[in-house]
């Protein structure tokens, strides 16, 4: 049971476009929400978050969506660079005062092209 | 401050052989996770370590595998035996704390051990 899922595998743009990579979930007890950016022979690393009491977070060129009632979030990287070439993570966790147990999708491979 | 070290960071088995991974967290991170991502997939969850205790092992293989954290800081994650479709990345994560999906509860991850069972 996949309760998180990133339905597109890959995803290729301009330098100096909007990157927007998607993410929809099952679970209605998810409450908090990331995305996790990863290069080659790297662990991932932590790159924006979003609780769902908020539609929407910002972070520089980083803007992650939460729409609660679609089950849906998007990431939104604008404008695009080259080094943000990775395969990008969206994870659900759930309850406040919960173990903390992320629960990731499959991951969708960003290139940007000069 | 230093990050998540794993080592190593290359296995080759043959299958029914065993194997471990060595995890040490960040320096005052009471928890500690070991993940498995299999090629094409997002981590998957295999043990969660409060301290030196366990807080959730629900999805790991315990006929097979196992993991401990002695003193509740370095963690060892052992295969025995491996099958062919252990072959995975092994990634060690650690944080603060454990509640819920706040700051405490970002989760920085090591480099990851991947692993070929032949």
């Known amino acids: 049971d996949q309760q998180v899922k990133q339905n597109s595998p890959s995803l290729s743009v301009q330098e100096g476009r909007i990157s927007i990579l998607n993410c929809d979930y099952t679970?209605?007890?998810?409450?908090?929400f990331l995305w996790y950016k990863k290069y080659p022979a790297e662990g991932p690393t932590f790159l924006i978050s979003?609780?769902?009491?908020?539609d929407k977070n910002e972070d520089g060129r980083f803007t992650v969506f939460l729409n609660k009632s679609a089950k849906h979030l998007s990431l939104h990287i604008v404008p695009s660079q080259p080094g943000d070439s990775a395969v990008y993570f969206c994870?659900?966790?759930?309850?406040?005062?919960?173990?903390?147990?992320?629960?990731f999708g499959q991951g969708t491979t960003l290139q940007v092209k000069p | 401050e230093a990050g998540v070290a794993q080592s190593p960071r290359y296995k080759i088995i043959e299958k029914r052989q065993s194997v471990a991974f060595w995890c040490n967290p960040i320096?005052?991170?009471?928890?500690l996770y070991w993940y498995q991502q299999i090629l094409g997939q997002g981590p998957k969850l295999l043990i969660q370590?409060?301290?030196?205790?366990?807080?959730?092992d629900s999805q790991l293989p315990k006929d097979r595998f196992s993991a401990e954290r002695l003193k509740g800081v370095d963690s060892t994650l052992k295969i025995q035996p491996a099958k062919l479709e252990d072959s995975a990345v092994y990634l060690c994560?650690?944080?603060?704390?454990?509640?819920?999906?706040?700051?405490?509860?970002?989760?920085?991850f090591g480099p990851g051990t991947r692993l070929t069972v032949l």
């Open positions: 994560a650690s944080s603060l704390g454990t509640s819920g999906g706040g700051k405490n509860n970002e989760q920085f």
């Open positions: 679970n209605s007890m998810f409450d908090y």
């Open positions: 979003i609780s769902s009491i908020k």
């Open positions: 994870a659900a966790s759930a309850g406040s005062g919960n173990t903390g147990k992320l629960i």
């Open positions: 320096s005052g991170h009471a928890t």
């Open positions: 370590f409060q301290n030196n205790g366990v807080v959730d």
